[in-house]
């Protein structure tokens, strides 16, 4: 879902369950970027000084990890003199990864949150005023407690609970406002590891999925300035690209009961667009939107039954 509709991700479990391996992964299954976008990856790419030997172009999508004692500006941009591209440019039509999210400092974790919503960075210095593209798909994977071992149950840690208190809260509420899917990540049990659960889809398999609802959401998007889900401004959801009748109830009432706000409610929609395109769907019905609240709310929903059904 994050690949198909350009949706940002938050990835919390223990140690070793497989959050930074998914991330690496996330940018093989994104479509090859287009012409122009191509362009504007490698003009980036050229500016930092970054730019791969005998590659002239970068066709594909890039990928940013930067380390959490990364400062302000090496995430959004500066420096001395004329302002040189961060990590959130570097990772521009692709994957910008916040491993070990909390561990950031929250003023740079917050210097995301304008780029999020906008796809650009402005960045000014004394030597001038330099307007960077920034739209990336942003996964954040965070541990559940600073030693990593808390469950439910509480087995296993010896955090106090003000400390993992402490710990959950660096992710502001604000920031977790712009996050659409929130995925617990559960541990890898001896039969995953050893290859007795069978094998997964592969890369190719995935991406060819992705590649289709991409496309259905770019013939939808035609004409418009937007060609991915996660790209569509909540006014034209609301008012043009309409969900099924009666499907918004459970949003609705979310809202009312203060568990979802409005810039939630538009994020709500754009993933159950996606998630519509991925079952080649006309449009959301009430299972879509309840998969998209389940997956940004975390609260268990169950697929509601259609009208007339036993």
């Avoid at 994050?2 to 991700?9: I, V, Y």
């Avoid at 093989?28 to 002239?56: D, F, K, Y």
């Avoid at 296993?156 to 809260?169: D, K, L, T």
């Avoid at 998630?275 to 697929?303: F, K, N």
């Amino acid at each position: 879902m994050a690949a198909a509709g350009g949706h940002h991700l938050l990835l919390s479990g223990p140690p070793g369950a497989g959050k930074t391996m998914l991330a690496e992964r996330l940018s093989a299954i994104l479509p090859p970027l287009t012409r122009q976008e191509s362009l504007e990856v490698t003009a980036v790419h050229s500016v930092a000084g970054i730019l791969p030997p005998g590659e002239p172009l970068v066709t594909r999508a890039p990928y940013c990890a930067p380390h959490h004692s990364a400062t302000m500006q090496s995430l959004v941009g500066g420096g001395n003199g004329l302002p040189r591209p961060g990590a959130v440019s570097l990772a521009h039509r692709g994957v910008l990864f916040l491993d070990e999210a909390p561990e950031f400092s929250g003023r740079a974790l917050d210097a995301l949150r304008q780029p999020l919503e906008s796809g650009h960075v402005v960045v000014a210095r004394a030597a001038g005023v330099v307007r960077l593209p920034a739209r990336f798909l942003m996964v954040l994977a965070a541990n559940p407690c600073p030693c990593g071992r808390h469950t439910l149950s509480g087995a296993g840690c010896e955090c106090p609970p003000s400390m993992i208190r402490r710990y959950q809260s660096r992710l502001s509420g604000p920031l977790l406002d712009r996050v659409d899917l929130r995925v617990e990540v559960e541990p890898v049990n001896r039969a995953d590891l050893m290859g007795r659960g069978g094998r997964g889809e592969t890369t190719a398999e995935v991406a060819a999925r992705v590649r289709v609802a991409r496309e259905r959401a770019a013939e939808r998007l035609a004409g418009t300035p937007w060609t991915t889900n996660s790209e569509v401004p909540g006014h034209e959801l609301r008012t043009r690209l309409l969900v099924a009748p009666g499907a918004l109830f459970a949003a609705e009432r979310d809202m009312e009961r203060g568990v979802l706000t409005a810039r939630g409610l538009d994020r709500v929609l754009r993933v159950a667009w996606t998630v519509a395109d991925l079952r080649a769907a006309d449009r959301p019905d009430a299972s879509d939107i309840a998969v998209a609240l389940e997956l940004r709310t975390g609260i268990q929903r169950g697929v509601p039954m259609e009208a007339g059904a036993p």
